[in-house]
């Protein structure tokens, strides 16, 4: 977690970057102040060499003239205490030359075998030295040096070539303690250690400042874009914005301007998602999508209830609960199962199923669609229209029949009485007036459908037209000692319509009360209104129609007792005929009919009142 963070990190990297620099600056330096120091140290030592050489040669001299002694060290003095002052006053010179002291720097001359020149004592020498020495020897220079590094000393060794004895080598040695060094290199550790504790506490504050006013607009950034992620648009506003760099300001000025952009498009998609939610929320079809798992992802509500969809969230689950037998992938992936469609019954519908496959920007399978469409309605109006070319078919059939059989019978048969020809006749002319009103009535109900009946609409009295059309009937009535009665409750006014119109509905209504009332039978028919319309309510004491055949009784060759109906010379189309017409003429017709107890049926008209506020 520690180092997830960017502001934490910058300071790390840069706390040990710096850190890092100082120490190998560091290094360097005190590197190169010992090597300085070391190179100082020899180049003193062969600038004091030509001195000393001098000197050497100088006392020599000296001694030579004075003839006090013979300097040959291999053979011996003359004079023992001559050679001692000799070689004491070239120890002298040697110390004053070359700084020799106690504390920082000794030294001694010695013969090929390491033994002080005066005191005959051996030293020790190192491996080093010695390997200096023999370079020392084979040089031009005669001299050479050595930094023990292990050890407390530098080196340095000069060869004197015959100078004291003429027939032996003798060495200068010098060693300069690296006591010195080592206080100044611990002072400089010091020093760079505080420098760099100076330097990343600077730096740290620094970079703290750097990296948070680089890593505060992120995070200003990072929570609005977690914002935006959550579906919440939200700006960086410039009290944010303020104090950034420039980089950082157009950062956020980008940054403001996508979440703007996203903001529109969101909007758009918003926009969009709630049209086509509103489509299929208010579609009659109902529409299902499935991914390519097989998993719903979108069911409308007229899909569920269609199917009854509760707990089903799979393709297999709900068609095999449809028992549907049809294979997703096959839809998906053959191209030539593009679609399909299926037609089955569910819960007393016919359903249809259009499955097809919709696919991504790259036209590959994404899923698939299914659409279901109600045919319900459409079935039944199929099979009525199949019932209706078979109900037309056979009520034009049977007259034919009956028509045609006794035009034989009288061509065949010249014999015949007059009687028996006019018997037939007769049948002939009432099958042929059966054939024509079923014509005449196919034909009214056609325009019924194409609109093209003209109306002839007019204001009449109501009361009036009622009380002709059952008189005209009162003598087909009291043939079967039926009793039609005519009743005004009211002050009624008068209606606008069609009067022709409307005379044949309350006459085919009439009529039927008295083809299917019994013989004795009672008809009242009441004349009233009621709000802005009047009505005729014609009320009988017939045979009755069953409850389960009354919500049929206005379709078209829909008959209670078809057997009965034709032997009453019915077609089954006045009812859909009056239906028509009332409709049209803006009223309506109810029927309220109980079995053996008779039937009640109410036609309303509007009154020319009505109209005439409606026109206006």
Not at 110 to 127: M, P, Q
Not at 226 to 234: K, L, Q, R, V, Y
Not at 480 to 487: A, F, I, M, S
Not at 488 to 509: C, K, L, W
Request: aromatic residues 8%.
């Amino acid at each position: 977690m520690f180092f997830k963070s960017l502001q934490l990190r910058l300071i790390v990297i840069f706390s040990i970057l710096i850190s890092v620099i100082l120490l190998g600056m560091g290094i360097i330096s005190m590197v190169k102040i010992e090597e300085i120091y070391y190179k100082g140290f020899i180049e003193e030592m062969v600038n004091t060499i030509a001195g000393f050489g001098l000197n050497i040669k100088t006392i020599k001299l000296e001694a030579d003239q004075n003839q006090m002694f013979d300097i040959n060290l291999i053979q011996g003095p003359k004079q023992e205490k001559d050679y001692k002052q000799v070689i004491e006053k070239i120890y002298d010179n040697f110390t004053i030359y070359f700084s020799i002291n106690s504390k920082s720097r000794s030294g001694m001359i010695v013969d090929e075998e390491f033994k002080d020149i005066i005191t005959g004592e051996k030293y020790d020498i190192k491996e080093g030295v010695i390997e200096a020495i023999k370079n020392a020897g084979e040089k031009k220079e005669a001299y050479a040096s050595y930094n023990d590094e292990k050890g407390d000393y530098y080196w340095f060794i000069y060869v004197i070539d015959e100078e004291i004895s003429d027939n032996e080598k003798h060495y200068i040695i010098v060693m300069q303690s690296k006591d010195y060094i080592k206080r100044e290199m611990t002072q400089i550790r010091l020093i760079f250690v505080g420098m760099i504790l100076i330097m990343v506490a600077v730096t740290l504050i620094i970079i703290g400042i750097i990296a948070r006013d680089i890593t505060k607009p992120i995070e200003v950034l990072t929570n609005k874009a977690e914002m935006i992620a959550e579906g919440n648009i939200s700006y960086i506003t410039l009290s944010e914005k303020k104090a950034v760099g420039y980089e950082i300001s157009k950062l956020i000025d980008t940054f403001n301007l996508m979440a703007s952009q996203i903001q529109n498009s969101m909007n758009e998609i918003s926009t969009e998602k709630s049209k086509l939610e509103t489509i299929l929320m208010h579609l009659t079809d109902g529409v299902l999508a499935f991914n390519l798992n097989g998993r719903l992802v979108h069911a409308n509500l007229i899909a569920k209830k269609m199917l009854g969809i509760k707990e089903e969230r799979t393709f297999e689950d709900i068609f095999k609960k449809l028992k549907i037998d049809i294979n997703m992938e096959k839809i998906i992936y053959l191209e030539d199962w593009t679609s399909s469609e299926e037609m089955i019954n569910v819960n007393d519908k016919v359903l249809n199923f259009f499955f097809a496959p919709f696919r991504d920007e790259k036209e590959r399978p994404n899923g698939i669609v299914v659409v279901i469409q109600d045919m319900t309605k459409q079935a039944k109006l199929d099979d009525m229209r199949k019932e209706f070319v078979a109900n037309v078919s056979h009520e034009l059939k049977t007259p034919i029949t009956s028509i045609k059989t006794y035009s034989e019978t009288l061509l065949d048969q010249e014999e015949l009485d007059e009687e028996s020809k006019k018997k037939f006749l007769g049948v002939i002319l009432t099958e042929a007036n059966r054939m024509t009103r079923l014509v005449s009535d196919l034909l009214q109900l056609t325009k019924f459908d194409y609109k093209k009946v003209a109306w002839n609409r007019i204001r009449f009295d109501i009361k009036e037209l009622t009380k002709q059309v059952c008189d005209k009937h009162k003598i087909q009535a009291e043939k079967k000692g039926q009793l039609v009665e005519c009743y005004v409750t009211s002050n009624v006014p008068d209606v606008y319509g069609d009067r022709d119109g409307i005379e044949q509905v309350i006459t085919n209504i009439l009529t039927n009360s008295i083809k299917y009332t019994p013989e004795n039978g009672s008809i009242k028919v009441y004349v009233g209104a009621v709000h802005d319309d009047a009505y005729i309510k014609i009320i009988d004491n017939g045979i009755g129609i069953p409850k389960e055949d009354l919500p049929r009784v206005f379709e078209r060759f829909y008959r209670v007792d078809k057997a009965r109906s034709r032997e009453m010379g019915g077609t089954g189309l006045g009812l859909p005929i009056a239906k028509e017409i009332i409709e049209e003429n803006g009223g309506s017709i109810d029927i309220k009919s109980e079995v053996g107890k008779g039937t009640e049926v109410v036609i309303k008209v509007p009154t020319f009142k009505e109209k005439i506020s409606k026109d206006n």
